[in-house]
């Protein structure tokens, strides 16, 4: 069992960390400057480790479609559900893919001589011949190319601390642990959980792992696993990130700064295999977005969407999204997460209590409380408008709906406790 659970480990590990993620950490650690390890605690609060207890407290509910389904009702479940998937596989993390390797693999190697348009026609082009059917090849680059990542990585965040690039300066940013929250929003693995969770349960149940127990005690330190490394790789990258504040002004973008440290630290031949292994890594997760999105919709519809019409679908939504920039994907996401997360998260972390919370009406007040918060926050960070949101409690920390989550789980408990007094009881007839 032992080893079952390393290998689930490193499996989970693989599914969090993707290449597209790189761009952030580094980022967070130059606007941070020496308040690092603050932005970067609140990245990993967010990004690993609500995602990591998602994915034990999903498991646990009896896994993520029934968990949502049994807490906050069937209809919320299928729209919140749908929203991640349509984060992830459609609007931003997929078409993303895209647009970070031609920022990391074609541009620094290639200038402008090849555009983002016929670049991203290829790119999806491979993609949908991937996808349309199942392929072996995926699988196998898949296992050799996360290994290749991350000890490229490693070597890069190795060869930073041992010769940094430049002193660690002041934060450029005001706002250092909300930076770190958008950041994990961005990065939305913990959009991910409940597409993992299921491929998880499945493959234990498949290895013969049936026993629920056992099943909970593997993903239990699989995750502990998986989280550690992601905590030491995604701190690494944050540490380069605020080494890196005196020599790369602010206005540079994530891609041209994860870039620019490769090449101050390991030249233009660290720059070319970095873009290399990026471009294929990409590849593989656009692969898997499109065709787990097309798998979802499909069940969805009940096949009136099929597989085949998904794939086509996002494929086009990919290759539209992606010559936006990435840049600009990066700009549109984050109110789009901001209002999608809070949800999310709020429901994903009362699962763990579900054996103490007796009312469904205690998630689906939570939830709807930290949505409709959620709504003038997003307006205040997508237009500047409605500032009086500013002098709400935690709002420094990007924590405003988290107040109002907690008072609509409260109404939740309460009202749902009042229901259950009115509710008529029927002694049983005697014999």
């Known amino acids: 069992m032992k080893k079952e659970t390393a290998v689930t480990g490193l499996a989970l590990f693989a599914m969090f960390f993707g290449a597209g993620n790189l761009i952030f950490p580094p980022y967070l650690g130059m606007e941070s400057g020496y308040l690092w390890p603050l932005g970067l605690a609140f990245f990993v609060l967010i990004d690993v480790v609500l995602a990591c207890l998602g994915i034990y407290a999903l498991n646990a509910a009896g896994g993520g479609e ?14 919140l559900n749908t929203a991640a998937i349509l984060c992830t596989g459609v609007l931003i993390a997929m078409p993303r893919t895209a647009a970070t390797t031609y920022e990391m693999a074609v541009q620094p190697n290639f200038g402008d001589s090849i555009g ?8 999806f082009a491979v993609v949908l011949l991937l996808t349309i059917r199942e392929s072996k090849v995926v699988d196998i680059i898949g296992k050799v190319l996360t290994p290749l990542l991350v ?92 080494t890196s504040s005196q020599l790369f002004d602010v206005g540079v973008s994530q891609a041209a700064l994860i870039v620019g440290i490769t090449d101050e630290l390991m030249g233009s031949t660290g720059v070319g295999i970095l873009g290399v292994v990026v471009a294929l890594a990409c590849l593989t997760t656009a692969i898997g977005l499109i065709g787990s999105t097309a798998a979802y919709f ?44 809070p949800p999310f998260m709020t429901t994903m972390v009362l699962i763990l ?17 930290a949505f409709l918060a959620s709504i003038p926050l997003t307006v205040n960070s997508a237009f500047g408008i409605w500032g009086f949101v500013e002098a709400l409690p935690l709002f420094s920390y990007g924590f405003a709906w988290l107040p109002f989550a907690v008072v609509g789980g409260l109404l939740g408990a309460l009202l749902g406790r009042r229901m259950q007094a009115h509710r008529p009881h029927h002694p049983r007839e005697s014999a």
């Open 66 to 79: 029934v968990a949502f389904g049994r807490t906050i009702g069937k209809v919320p479940a299928v729209l």
């Open 116 to 123: 983002l348009l016929p670049f991203s026609l290829l790119f």
């Open 298 to 341: 499909q069940h969805l519809t009940h096949g009136r969407i099929s597989y085949r019409a998904g794939v086509i679908i996002c494929t086009v939504a990919g290759v539209l999204i992606c010559n936006l920039g990435l840049d600009l994907i990066i700009g549109l996401a984050s109110p789009v997460l901001t209002l999608v997360c």
């Open 151 to 242: 000890l490229g990585i490693v070597a890069l965040i190795v060869t930073g601390i041992v010769n940094p690039i430049g002193p660690i300066g002041q934060p450029v940013s005001q706002h250092v642990a909300q930076d770190g929250i958008l950041a994990g929003y961005q990065a939305m693995d913990i959009l991910c959980v409940i597409g993992y969770s299921i491929v998880l349960q499945d493959t234990l149940k498949s290895a013969g792992f049936t026993e629920r127990r056992t099943t909970l005690h593997i993903l239990t330190f699989a995750s502990i696993i998986a989280g550690v490394l992601l905590t030491l790789i995604y701190g690494g990258l944050t540490y380069l990130g605020a």
């Open 353 to 369: 209590f579900a054996r103490r919370i007796r009312s469904n009406l205690t998630y689906q007040g939570a939830a709807l409380g």
